[in-house]
């Protein structure tokens, strides 16, 4: 990827005040829902409990020896009790240690064996790209977080009263497309259809905005759809040539990338899932990830963690739009809050992933410099909880009891 000619300003953005907002009181997760099987597509976010809340006790406990067999166990148990075929997890602190592990199999038919250096599918954690494409052009002041999306794009249900800051902060009010039964029986009719992003917003449209902008959050892969849009009408470029120049080309993240449809580049593992119609498992693998722009993305385990750093860093935004991004406002959940598109989970920074056959958790401890990462080759759940929030909460109540990573059972959905 050629290098972008744009500079970008990083002198004061164009920000205005915010206007506080009446706290929701459930966070949701969208949905396929499709002959019946509720099929779960998007991922599902996150606040920090303040520190002087938490037990004293170290921050994050060094990765010795013993640690490091109690976090192999712990994964073991729940790679058997949630029946994940693989899984990687990688995880560092600074002078604490690193600690990286595959289990399980890359592919059910040739017992293959995980390898931390497979391309994956993330989900959702797409979404804090697209969002830091978004944010790059406030720094260039060529959009304002509080320009109405009706600016950009027409026929959006209330949208002269939605702002981008409402979109990216998932307190818009706008159906979530992926909860309409129409699209589900259209995706799993043909799994490797490539949905236009005027064909997903067909789908949210048809339903009227569900509450007033910016009064409560909800999450609504819509949101980061329109947002992509926005960058692209803006800047007159198709938008992953737009992320691949302005995001992950200064990130430099070499192996991260938004995909045009189904394919899927070797090396990489196989994922299973039960969205299908009579709910068997099978495998996902050669599906395209619904949500494009909120949830298409592919990377790897090292890309991964360089992004986190980047992410919860604002190494790629200027100081004063990092801190309107790192504005957490409340979900309703304890211990979960959401900014611009970067979540907040008892302490952890960062966001989740879910489609068809894949889970992602990408997350940072600024306390303690940890980051986390994990892919799993399954997204069906155990006990109303999706395998990356499974193995994320097992891996943070071992290292840092005090930030124990979770998110609670959702009403249709799992992660």
Do not use: C
């Not at 606040?47 to 067999?69: C, F, G, I, N, Y």
């Not at 959702?124 to 959009?143: I, M, P, Q």
């Not at 489609?355 to 600024?366: A, D, E, F």
Request: no cysteine; proline share 9%; net charge positive.
């Amino acid at each position: 990827m050629p290098r972008s000619s744009t500079a970008v300003d990083h002198g004061r953005p164009r920000i205005r005040r915010r206007t506080s907002a009446a706290v929701g009181t459930v966070l949701v997760t969208g949905t396929l829902l499709a002959s019946g099987a509720a099929a779960h597509a998007a991922s599902w976010s996150s606040p920090a409990a303040p520190a002087h809340s938490r037990p004293h006790q170290p921050v994050m406990r060094k990765l010795t020896p013993e640690v490091r067999d109690r976090l192999d166990r712990a994964l073991r148990d729940v790679l058997t009790t949630t029946r994940t075929p693989g899984v990687t997890v990688g995880l560092w602190a600074p002078g604490k240690g690193s600690y990286v592990r595959t289990l399980g199999t890359a592919d059910k038919a040739t017992k293959a064996p995980m390898s931390p250096g497979f391309n994956m599918r993330v989900g959702s954690v797409t979404k804090t790209f697209t969002v830091t494409a978004l944010l790059r052009l406030v720094d260039d002041r060529r959009v304002d977080l509080d320009d109405p999306i009706s600016r950009y794009v027409s026929g959006v249900p209330n949208g002269h009263r939605i702002t981008l800051r409402h979109l990216a902060e998932m307190r818009s009010g706008l159906f979530n497309y992926l909860l309409d039964p129409g699209y589900g029986k259209a995706y799993m009719a043909d799994p490797r259809r490539v949905f236009s992003p005027h064909e997903m917003l067909a789908y949210s449209f048809k339903h009227p905005a569900g509450f007033p902008a910016g009064s409560r959050f909800e999450y609504s892969n819509t949101n980061t759809v329109l947002l992509a849009m926005v960058v692209q009408k803006v800047t007159g470029r198709p938008f992953d040539d737009y992320v691949a120049r302005h995001v992950l080309k200064p990130a430099h993240l070499d192996h991260t990338f938004m995909p045009a449809g189904p394919e899927f580049p070797a090396p990489h593992a196989h994922g299973y899932t039960d969205q299908t119609a009579d709910g068997s498992l099978q495998d996902a693998t050669d599906r395209t990830p619904p949500g494009g722009p909120s949830g298409a993305m592919i990377s790897n385990l090292r890309d991964l963690r360089s992004w986190a750093s980047v992410l919860t860093g604002g190494s790629l935004l200027s100081p004063a739009t990092q801190a309107e991004r790192m504005k957490f406002e409340p979900t309703g959940e304890p211990g979960l809050s959401y900014g611009l598109g970067i979540f907040a989970n008892h302490g952890w920074l960062g966001h989740n992933g879910s489609l068809p056959g894949y889970q992602t958790v990408v997350i940072r401890l600024p306390e303690a410099g940890a980051t986390l990462v994990i892919h799993t080759t399954s997204d069906v759940a155990s006990q109303g909880k999706g395998p990356g929030t499974k193995f994320a909460n097992a891996v943070t109540r071992i290292v840092t009891p005090g930030n124990v990573y979770d998110i609670p059972a959702p009403h249709p959905a799992r992660s």
